[in-house]
T-cell receptor, first 113, second 113 residues
Framework: TQLLEQSPQFLSIQEGENLTVYCNSSSVFSSLQWYRQEPGEGPVLLVTVVTGGEVKKLKRLTFQFGDARKDSSLHITAAQPGDTGLYLCAGATLTSGTYKYIFGTGTRLKVLA | KAGVTQTPRYLIKTRGQQVTLSCSPISGHRSVSWYQQTPGQGLQFLFEYFSETQRNKGNFPGRFSGRQFSNSRSEMNVSTLELGDSALYLC????????????FGSGTRLTVV
């Protein structure tokens, strides 16, 4: 069974602090996505990374895909209350001609003003 | 452009009843996937449809079924509801099967009493 472990599970920080969320697996992924989900809503896609070692930046968010395409990290600089939410990673694997997604266990972030 | 639309947003059903949830994908998106989200299990894959054909199916009992219409709209049905079926059911659409992630709807919150 493929697993995608995220750490930490919960994170409560003050506005202005930096943080890193990790997403780890023993499986190799064709691509990896990060989503943010707010209460009562569906996840919103933040980024897709496809190349080992790839780094993508989205304003204060930096995403990195591991060289072996088994892990990823999300770094937030100077966190703001608007960053509060559930962060999910999802890995895609190509099996029998179709892509299957495994979602991570989630990191619940709360940024205090 | 309009996002992924799920109806209804909230639903309360009695154990043993059946329920049908509806999803309208983003215009032009031909792939529709369904997920169940619970606090304990996270996001669990139910099934994926592309051009009216079921491409993938998750590990859920046969009480869970779905279909996709020629206009890409999709429905999922759960028969003989159990208390454990209480969850947020999320529909997600994508333009193709390329493995670059989804656009999710806001979900249908199903409560079984």
């Amino acid at each position: 069974t493929q697993l995608l472990e995220q750490s930490p599970q919960f994170l409560s920080i003050q506005e202005g602090e930096n943080l890193t969320v990790y997403c780890n697996s023993s499986s190799v992924f064709s691509s990896l996505q990060w989503y943010r989900q707010e209460p009562g809503e569906g996840p919103v896609l933040l980024v897709t990374v496809v190349t080992g070692g790839e780094v993508k930046k989205l304003k204060r968010l930096t995403f990195q895909f591991g060289d072996a395409r088994k892990d990823s990290s999300l770094h937030i600089t100077a966190a703001q209350p608007g960053d509060t939410g559930l962060y999910l990673c999802a890995g895609a694997t190509l099996t029998s001609g179709t892509y299957k997604y495994i979602f991570g266990t989630g990191t619940r972030l709360k940024v205090l003003a | 452009k309009a996002g992924v639309t799920q109806t209804p947003r909230y639903l309360i059903k009695t154990r043993g009843q059946q329920v049908t949830l509806s999803c309208s994908p983003i215009s032009g998106h031909r792939s529709v996937s369904w997920y169940q989200q619970t606090p304990g299990q996270g996001l669990q894959f139910l099934f994926e449809y592309f051009s009216e054909t079921q491409r993938n199916k998750g590990n859920f009992p046969g009480r869970f079924s779905g279909r996709q219409f020629s206009n890409s709209r999709s429905e999922m049905n759960v028969s003989t509801l159990e208390l454990g079926d209480s969850a947020l059911y999320l529909c997600a659409s994508s333009l193709s099967l390329a493995g670059y992630g989804y656009t999710f709807g806001s979900g249908t919150r199903l409560t079984v009493v």
